[in-house]
């Protein structure tokens, strides 16, 4: 696996993670919903990187 396409899943990991601390605050409902679209959008991010689509505006270092 490429170091990008790693870098985006533990950054998902970490929305994740985010997420499941936040499961029994129904105040922070809001803030979980934000974790859950930004891990969405990262795992995305990770397979395109993994099949060779580079991501415009992507703010993970890209290997050269």
């Known amino acids: 696996m490429r170091r990008i396409s790693r ?3 533990l950054s998902a990991e970490m ?5 499941e ?9 809001p803030v979980a919903c ?3 679209q ?8 990770a397979i395109l990187e993994e099949n060779g689509r580079e991501i415009a505006g992507a703010a993970l ?3 050269r």
């Open 7 to 9: 870098d985006w899943l």
């Open 15 to 19: 929305d994740l993670r985010s997420i």
């Open 21 to 29: 601390r936040m499961l029994d605050e129904e105040f922070l409902a």
């Open 34 to 36: 934000f974790h859950a």
């Open 38 to 45: 930004q891990c969405v959008e990262k795992s995305l991010k």
């Open 61 to 63: 270092e890209r290997e």
